[in-house]
């Protein structure tokens, strides 16, 4: 099993930055792709950025050149994904979750909440 812990949301200005951060525990050896999704009030939950073993990373378009997804991997107890968000807009405004990806199954962290607002 997998466990994720996140870490980082609140409340920033239009034109600010947050970083969160994803701690994965367990069999993270077991685990081939880490990422960030998003739920917007309203809408439907939506891939942000993810990172592949390999060190593929995507990113949603609305995020390209704002956000930076980074994995840093410790010993083989932890791994810690970040997300960097930068010049955020109210469109920014959601509840992020961590998720990864292993040979065992797909694992949710609890969300964290972001809102971005005057």
């Known amino acids: 099993q997998v466990q994720l812990e996140e870490s980082g949301g609140g409340l920033v200005q239009p034109g600010g930055s947050l970083t969160l951060s994803c701690s994965a525990s367990?069999?993270?050896?077991?685990?081939?792709?880490r990422g960030w999704y998003r739920q917007p009030p309203g809408k439907e939950r939506e891939l942000v950025a993810s990172?592949?073993?390999?060190?593929?990373?995507?990113?949603?378009d609305s995020v390209k050149g704002r956000f930076t997804i980074s994995s840093i991997s410790g010993d083989t107890s932890k791994d810690v994904v970040s997300l960097q968000m930068n010049e955020l807009t109210p469109e920014d405004t959601a509840v992020y979750y961590c998720?990864?990806?292993?040979?065992?199954?797909?694992?949710w962290g609890q969300g964290t909440q972001v809102t971005v607002s005057p």
């Open positions: 367990g069999i993270i050896l077991s685990l081939t792709n």
């Open positions: 990172i592949a073993k390999g060190g593929i990373i995507n990113y949603a």
């Open positions: 998720h990864a990806v292993g040979v065992y199954g797909t694992y």
